[in-house]
């Protein structure tokens, strides 16, 4: 089939890669002057499927209102006369009870761990290289009250039977001796063993070419200004005067979804905007060996080859491009507490992105009401960790399976 896949993001790149390999002669069509400039850009580097879950939890709506008149808070509502945001937080809310919460995290989780064996084999099929690392991911705890969140969240790992260490504070250095010169204390921590690292942008460009070497065309510079329909099929789209026809059509465009809305479609995903730093490694032996994800500041550290990344903060804003100087200040000052002198971080460059966020926390993979129209959408600070899943299971979706991860 002749299929449009429209973003060129993780989730759009490896939608192409899957559709390509199977056969279907594919174009992309990005908005942006090339692959992975928006949400994929500069994200925490974590392929985290043991962290795989909702925000959307018990007890989240009573931190956020008490982190509300806080700079450096991990979530940070700002409220707007929109009524799309409000209609987001109000379903959020809703997803936030016990029940809600186990389901969403099973089904996340499915996803996640269904993707990291896709990206393994997609890695071992390609060779494609993007500063990937095979060292887990560890999460350090300061306080008893996070220890103890520690202790439920193996529980539910070891139910599940994903691999895990809880650690003391000791065996927190051993894994991360970079930590050792903190003055930070350490409680404990949580090693996710299987969790991988890698700079997504270095991967969707590295898959791109090969994409685009086994057929696939990409097309830049190219946003989609409408779909003209035919009963219950898109007939086409429109990129300004030009129409461009083909026998379906995927949505992936991260958390720019007005385009379906003069479909009558309204997808729940709302923009939640998150920072980072990168800088460059002067210290190897003072920065993290893999990745550090801080309980405390909900900020994770990841080692990038020669790089340090450090990403963190939501913030719920619509689309705000602002850089507010406390909020980059606080996320430097907290990544130098916890790795002094790793990294030349006077010199570090930041970033902001928006992270597509669905109420409950699950991405929407899925064929719309109009039967050539498909949507990969919804992945929250997830896409990374899902992308190549979730491009398997839509392309699986387009070949008539139930593009759902199999078991």
Known sequence: MKIVVIGAGVVGVTTAWYLT?????????????????????????????????????????????????????PLKIRPQASLAQWSWLARFTANCTASRFAANKAEMQRVAHYSKDCLVALREETG???????????????????VAAGERSAAVLRRMEVPHRLLDAREVLEVEPGLARSD????????????ETGDCHLFCKALAARAAEAGARFRFNAPVTGFRREGGRIASLSLGAEEITADAFVV???????LLKPLGLKVP????????????????????????????????ITRLGSRLRAAGVAELAGFDRA????????????????FPGAAAYEEASYWHGFRPMTPGG???????????????LGHGSNGWTQAAGTGRMLADLVAGGSGRPPG
């Open 128 to 146: 494609i290289a993007y500063d990937h690392g095979t060292g887990g991911v560890l999460q350090i705890f300061q306080t008893a009250d996070e």
């Open 362 to 376: 699950p991405s929407r993979v899925e064929r719309t009401g109009y039967h050539n129209l498909y949507l990969n």
């Open 323 to 338: 850089m507010p100087a406390p909020v980059l200040s606080a996320l430097r000052k907290r990544v130098e507490a916890l």
């Open 184 to 195: 930070l204390e350490m409680a404990g921590g949580l090693q996710l063993t299987t969790d």
């Open 269 to 300: 995903v709302y923009p939640v905007k998150g920072y980072s730093l990168t800088a460059q490694i002067t210290d190897p032996q003072a920065a993290p060996r893999s990745s550090v994800m801080d309980e405390h500041s909900k900020v994770m």
């Open 21 to 73: 390999r199977d056969g279907h002669e594919v174009t992309v069509l990005e908005a942006r002057e090339g692959v992975a400039l928006e949400t994929s850009f500069g994200n925490a580097g974590g392929v985290c499927p043991g962290f795989a879950g909702p925000w959307a939890a018990p007890g989240m709506p009573l931190k956020a209102m008490g982190w509300m008149f806080r700079a450096a808070a």
């Open 252 to 258: 992936a465009t991260g958390p720019w979804t007005a």
